[in-house]
């Protein structure tokens, strides 16, 4: 069981794979609907949110199945996640097709889509979320395919949760690093020679270790051509918490901007239990500061919800594998948010 102090991404990104089919047909028009046909979610205020909603996502099909059961409170609750936009995570079979659809379905609506690539070789040291390409060359031909699919269209990317953390922390072998820094680096040239793609890689969270220690391999990740990093992914470290962290990286990489993950830090870290594994579907968790790109702070990009609620970390604590729709989970983090 992987160490708590560096739980990061904990989400298969293949658990898309139905959601982008239907992508693919309805082009992000859902059928879900509440009563009287309207639809369960609808795109937030672009001026302050300008990241797309996904009408077909799985919080938004939970709404709809509980509205049809006549299950109204429930509905109320996890509409709080379902109307926010998440995280697309590119499924490793489909790349071209998802990274497409989900622009697709976003320039329709007029809003960016935020796209989250995972699956670089070696992932997650062979944990709950264990996988990824093959091989680098692999890798390059699927992050290859994903820039084809997004094409000149507005998309954020999350690059590669934990990645560079586990290189620095030893999780990831020591012979598969050179590897991994020239994969990383190639991904964010790759992606930012689209027009409208803004790239920002992955620094770890707050409850990880001494942010000096990321700053020399943020570098060789190729952080100085993204547009900045992001901190938190999949965890539940405080946005006050993520913000002096990220202050502290950013200061050791010529003042980058940086992304917050708070789509589960409502409540801060679980501390109590086995530390071994609590970050894996912590009890008492609670939704954080909903997206958006108006955070007060010049440094702070945006609030985002990289990780999407209610789905699980793994298979713990209750939970099913890790990506996998989680509903008394989904409905514990909109409770405690209330």
């Known amino acids: 069981m992987y160490s708590s102090r560096t739980g990061g991404a904990r989400v298969v990104g293949?658990?898309?794979?139905?959601?982008a089919?239907?992508?693919?047909?309805a082009c992000g028009?859902?059928?879900?609907?509440?009563?009287?046909?309207?639809?369960?979610?609808?795109?937030?205020?672009?001026?302050?949110?300008?990241?797309?909603?996904?009408?077909?996502?799985?919080?938004?099909?939970?709404?709809?199945?509980y509205l049809k059961d006549g299950q109204r409170?429930?509905?109320?609750?996890?509409?709080?996640?379902?109307?926010?936009?998440?995280?697309?995570?590119?499924?490793?079979?489909?790349?071209?097709?998802?990274?497409?659809?989900?622009?697709?379905?976003?320039?329709k609506a007029d809003r960016d889509a935020l796209l989250v690539l995972y699956n670089i070789p070696h992932r997650d040291c062979g944990q709950h979320s264990a996988g990824g390409a093959g091989d680098g060359d692999s890798y390059r031909a699927w992050v290859d395919k994903v820039a084809k699919g997004i094409g000149d269209r507005r998309a954020t990317v999350i690059l590669e949760p934990d990645a560079v953390m586990h290189m620095v922390d030893s999780c990831t072998q020591r012979q598969y690093h050179e590897e991994r820094y020239d994969l990383l680096k190639g991904a964010v040239e790759r992606l930012k020679r689209l027009?409208?793609?803004k790239v920002y890689l992955d620094a770890g969270n707050a409850g990880w270790s001494r942010p000096e220690q990321i700053v020399g391999p943020l570098?060789?990740?190729?952080?100085?051509?993204?547009?900045?990093?992001?901190?938190?992914?999949?965890?539940?470290?405080?946005t006050a918490a993520s913000k002096e962290y990220g202050r502290k990286v950013s200061a050791g990489i010529g003042g980058k901007p940086f992304v917050i993950d708070t789509s589960r830090n409502g409540n801060g870290?679980?501390?109590?239990?086995?530390?071994?594994?609590?970050?894996c579907n912590p009890p008492g968790r609670a939704l954080g500061e909903t997206p958006t790109t108006k955070t007060g702070d010049p440094l702070v990009d945006a609030y985002l919800w990289v990780k999407r609620p209610g789905?699980?970390?793994?298979?713990?604590?209750?939970?099913?594998?890790?990506?996998?729709?989680f509903p008394k989970y989904a409905l514990d983090l909109a409770r405690n948010s209330a």
């Open 73 to 107: 409170a429930n509905a109320d609750l996890i509409k709080r996640i379902a109307a926010q936009p998440a995280g697309e995570w590119i499924s490793p079979d489909t790349p071209e097709q998802d990274a497409r659809a989900f622009t697709q379905a976003a320039r």
């Open 311 to 325: 789905e699980s970390d793994g298979d713990c604590k209750g939970g099913p594998k890790a990506g996998d729709w």
């Open 219 to 238: 570098k060789r990740a190729g952080v100085a051509a993204a547009d900045g990093f992001a901190v938190n992914v999949s965890n539940f470290q405080t």
């Open 269 to 279: 870290p679980y501390t109590a239990g086995d530390p071994a594994d609590n970050w």
């Open 29 to 65: 028009s859902s059928d879900d609907s509440g009563e009287g046909g309207s639809p369960v979610v609808a795109q937030q205020p672009k001026a302050t949110d300008p990241f797309w909603v996904n009408p077909d996502g799985k919080a938004a099909r939970q709404v709809a199945e």
């Open 21 to 25: 089919v239907l992508l693919l047909a």
């Open 195 to 197: 027009p409208g793609t």
């Open 14 to 19: 293949a658990a898309l794979g139905a959601v």
